[in-house]
């Protein structure tokens, strides 16, 4: 299925019914008075995040979500009937912008969240409502409110824990073919990989992370070269980058080191916050070249850049590395999540001291 990652859709809600201007009227009933009813209330717009969805390509043909108008009220005090709901279903992961005023109304990133776009008008008010001791008969109605009417801006950023960050041709699909059940394109050429692949790497029965395959930047990817920024924005959600290199490019005359410095400044461009994610240097194509080979120019890479990070020598297609690289992503992912756990329950305690609690 086509990747597409950003839409725009028009949401309107339903009217709110009108108010009933009705009588009693019976037999041997002389003063019957007022009994009209009330409007019954407009259906209203959600979006349910929906865990087996990953793109927004059905938004692309389907544009319009009308929400059901309420009905009328009538005599005897009958409230009409609301409006039906629409709930749309949309990937994790989308954000919600209002595209007239710019607000963010919000982000669906769980299974079965309900995200309200578009309130559903008020039902009117019957002329039951009006009735005082002066006057006994009144004519006077409510109509019922308007609903809603916005054009959003759904904007899908891939949740993932671990991004594969790189230059073209740098391992990353077949990085995630090997460790995960995804098959993404896979070939000799740049630019293979034209949308994220998401996989499930499973380290045990109880353990296992997502892994994105983000496609290939290069230089000027900020300023909209080649892919440009449209898949950038997927690394922010990430917990952690796997930022592969490639030992052994097709162009011989390709640094390491150039490689990892020009990507650094891609995402400094774009979005600073990403160089303070924790990232890994991957060397990947590790069995392109004889192993005393590939660990010297690993090794000579990481002197010359500083880096102080993990680091790891691979190759997907022997699988060497690729096993204890996933092991070790997952011990991260854990201290991260133990630490964030420590952190909230630290920031929960705190607050139970405060004073405003206390009262």
Request: cysteine-free; glycine content about 12%.
């Amino acid at each position: 299925m086509k990747f597409v990652d950003e839409a725009q859709i028009s949401v309107q809600a339903g009217k709110g019914g009108n108010g009933s201007a009705s009588f009693r009227r019976e037999k041997y009933i002389q003063y019957g008075g007022p009994d009209g009813g009330d409007g019954g209330r407009g259906g209203s717009v959600f979006l349910e995040g929906d865990s087996g969805l990953n793109t927004l390509v059905d938004f692309r043909h389907l544009r319009k979500y009308k929400a059901q108008n309420g009905q009328g009220g009538s005599g005897r005090n009958k409230t009409g009937r609301s409006g039906e709901d629409i709930v749309v279903r949309v990937p994790l992961g989308t954000i919600v912008t209002d595209l007239e005023s710019g607000e963010r109304l919000g982000e669906v990133t769980d299974h079965g969240q309900i995200l309200l776009v578009a309130q559903g008008g008020r039902g009117g008010l019957g002329n039951v409502h009006f009735k005082s001791s002066t006057n006994r008969s009144p004519r006077k109605t409510v109509p019922g409110s308007p609903g809603d009417e916005l054009e959003l801006n759904l904007e899908l950023k891939v949740l993932a824990d671990v991004g594969l960050l790189g230059f073209p041709n740098a391992g990353k699909s077949t990085l995630i073919s090997t460790v995960s059940a995804a098959r993404p394109k896979v070939a000799d050429y740049p630019f293979t990989t034209l949308y994220p692949n998401l996989g499930v790497v499973r380290i045990d029965i109880e353990r296992s992370f997502v892994i994105a395959d983000i496609p290939g930047l290069i230089e000027g990817a900020a300023e909209g070269t080649g892919l440009g920024i449209q898949f950038l924005k997927h690394l922010q959600r990430t917990r952690l980058l796997l930022h592969l290199v490639d030992l052994a490019p097709l162009a011989l005359d390709v640094d390491p080191v150039e490689q990892v410095r020009q990507l650094e400044q891609e995402m400094l461009k774009f979005d600073a916050g990403l160089m303070d994610k924790p990232r890994w240097l991957v060397f990947s194509k590790a069995d392109i070249l004889p192993p005393e080979e590939a660990r010297e120019k690993a090794e000579n890479a990481v002197a010359e850049l500083g880096w102080e990070a993990p680091w790891m020598l691979i190759s997907s297609v022997t699988k060497s590395g690729t096993e204890e690289l996933m092991q070790r992503v997952s011990a991260e992912l854990e201290l991260m999540q133990d630490e964030e756990a420590t952190a909230a329950a630290v920031l929960a305690a705190a607050d139970g001291d405060s004073p405003q609690a206390l009262d």
